[in-house]
């Protein structure tokens, strides 16, 4: 099963979790420019959004749920 990490690109996480793209949208991270994914990480594009470490965490808890409720 695929685990998501603050270091997994943003390409990657786009490719395995699609609906990664409209939880990212409603926490004010961008994440596709232009219908391509941006590139960077997930902490680069939560850092860029002023998220605290303890908040990037949460992103990341929350994502891997989303994994697991999709498997």
């Known amino acids: 099963m695929f685990e ?3 270091q997994t690109s943003i390409e990657t996480l ?3 979790v699609p609906d990664a793209v409209s ?3 409603r926490k004010g991270v961008r994440c596709i ?3 391509e994914p941006i ?3 997930l ?8 998220f605290s470490d303890e908040e ?3 992103v990341v808890d929350e994502l891997n ?3 697991s409720s999709k498997a």
Do not use: M, S
């Open 56 to 58: 990037i965490d949460l």
């Open 4 to 6: 998501v990490t603050r």
């Open 65 to 67: 749920e989303l994994v």
């Open 33 to 35: 420019r232009c219908g």
């Open 14 to 16: 786009i490719e395995h």
């Open 39 to 41: 590139w960077g990480t």
């Open 43 to 50: 902490e680069e594009a939560a850092r860029e959004k002023g």
């Open 23 to 25: 939880y990212l949208f």
